[in-house]
């Protein structure tokens, strides 16, 4: 995941992601901050009445009387291992998330379903589809990968049998999951829709729909 590129042994915040510097370091927002989100004024505005890290750069109170919020008996105590982690399947780790959206009241948690959808899944699932159908063929035995499936059906080079690098089950992984959650929200039908034609193409590819399987008792 993430790997060290240097380790830097004093740390010189002018240094750090800008990112970082936009830490407001008060113990309390000033009235004027909350007046001024009535009025809908851009941050640039009300930026100095927040004391941000960026402004005490290059003082010796980049370092010191940082104000928070909730007090800690040590500074490295957090998650050692993320919840990402630890909830084990996608349904989960969605789950939690919209928990999380439903107790914040300032979180929309439709709009983070509907966000997750478009950002995640549904690009996810058109971005694998594809992958499919331009996919190479690998031999498991020598190593070799195909650009185009061998007429021969099995490997040229060592007659090992050949196996596909995308899998059905990667291209319909997420398909489920967005359906529930499009009907559980109501999202737009837009969506919906989105889905709805992504899950006939899916259908398309996998199922060859001149082959029709038929019981006996069709016939009566
Ligand atoms: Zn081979």
């Known amino acids: 995941m993430d790997l060290p590129l240097l380790v830097t042994t004093r740390i010189d ?7 970082a510097h936009n830490i407001d370091a008060t113990y309390r927002y000033p009235l004027a901050f909350y007046e001024a989100t009535l009025l809908h004024k851009n941050p640039k505005d009300v930026e100095h009445l927040m004391d941000l890290v960026a402004s005490r ?15 800690t008996s040590n500074i490295s105590g957090g998650p050692i291992v993320s919840s990402y982690k630890t909830l084990k399947t996608m349904m989960d780790k969605i789950d939690a998330q919209l928990k999380l959206a439903m107790l914040i009241r300032a979180v929309d948690d439709a709009d983070v379903a509907c966000k997750v959808l478009e950002r995640h899944f549904l690009p996810d699932l058109l971005g694998n589809l594809r992958a499919f159908s331009k ?14 499936a061998p007429l021969k059906g099995v490997c040229p080079k060592c007659g090992g049998k050949l196996t596909l690098t995308v899998h059905k089950k990667s291209v319909e992984k997420y398909l ?10 109501d999202l737009p039908y837009y969506l ?29």
């Open 57 to 71: 750069l290059g003082s010796p109170l980049q370092y010191e009387n940082l104000g928070f919020t909730h007090d």
């Open 135 to 148: 996919q190479t063929i690998r031999c498991p035995l020598c190593n070799t990968v195909y650009r185009r």
């Open 192 to 220: 919906k829709q989105r889905i709805t034609l992504i899950e006939k193409s899916i259908q398309s590819l996998f199922t060859n729909d001149k082959v029709k399987i038929k019981k006996l008792s069709d016939f009566f």
């Open 176 to 185: 489920e999951i967005s359906k529930e959650l499009s009907e559980r929200y």
């Open 13 to 19: 915040p002018r240094e750090v992601d800008k990112e």
